[in-house]
């Protein structure tokens, strides 16, 4: 148990749907990560938030809308996927942004497929 | 950001020691060295970190080369549940933590 808890676990959804990834940390955090994970890939860093205010939006497609309405809070709002967009999304917190000793928590991931 | 560069995969003994090497050769002198791994279906878990001097936590050491060009994460004791992907990162202060390929660790019972 890291702290970071990410639900669902697992999610398929077709292209036109809607649906959302949620992120919670119990750590008094107050930077929250979401990273991709595609298969045989390294981790790619999508989006940053530092007091609930954005930082960081790594070129990510529109299709992906990230939400953060507290430093406790993520979300990651999804629509119009594409299978490409198939791979397990990871959420992260940590005390501070960008101090070079910071270590990340990271939740278990949903695991998305899109078909 | 300065890479890091580690074996693809290895293989070990279970309850054998385990050395996970890594270089960074265009390390600069505030860098952090981090290591994470990641069991399967799982986020990446954080290991260790050290900047100059050695360390030891309850989960691994971290010995790092007087250059401070490469570095190696010890196992001592490598059990079926360390079986994992260890990632070597260096972290600078402004940065965000970027995550390579890593080392791939297989432990044969």
């Known amino acids: 148990e890291t702290g970071v808890t990410q639900t669902p676990r697992h999610l398929v959804m077709g292209m036109t749907n809607k649906k959302s990834l949620k992120c919670e940390q119990h750590?008094?955090?107050?930077?929250m990560y979401w990273y991709k994970q595609s298969a045989k890939k390294p981790l790619e860093l999508m989006f940053v938030?530092?007091?609930?205010?954005?930082?960081e939006n790594n070129s990510v497609p529109s299709r992906f809308s990230p939400e953060c309405p507290n430093s406790s809070h993520l979300f990651l709002h999804l629509h119009t996927l594409q299978p490409e967009d198939s791979a397990l999304y990871l959420c992260?917190?940590?005390?501070?942004?960008?101090?070079?000793?910071?270590?990340?928590?990271f939740g278990s991931g949903t695991q998305l497929s899109v078909l | 950001d300065a890479k890091t560069t580690q074996p693809n995969s290895m293989e070990s003994n279970e309850e054998e020691p385990v050395h996970l090497p890594c270089n960074h050769s265009?390390?600069?002198?505030?860098?952090?060295i981090h290591w994470y791994r990641q069991l399967p279906s799982q986020g990446p878990e954080y290991v260790i970190h050290?900047?100059?001097s050695n360390v030891n936590n309850r989960m691994a050491s971290l010995a790092i080369a007087e250059d401070r060009k490469s570095s190696t994460l010890i196992l001592h004791r490598a059990t079926l549940r360390d079986a994992a992907v260890y990632y070597c990162?260096?972290?600078?202060?402004?940065?965000?933590?970027?995550f390579g390929g890593g080392t791939r660790l297989m432990v044969k019972p």
């Open positions: 990162i260096l972290s600078r202060a402004g940065n965000m933590l970027t």
């Open positions: 992260a917190s940590s005390q501070v942004l960008g101090a070079s000793n910071e270590k990340l928590f």
């Open positions: 265009t390390i600069s002198g505030t860098d952090y």
């Open positions: 050290g900047l100059t």
């Open positions: 750590l008094g955090h107050n930077a």
């Open positions: 938030y530092n007091f609930k205010e954005q930082t």
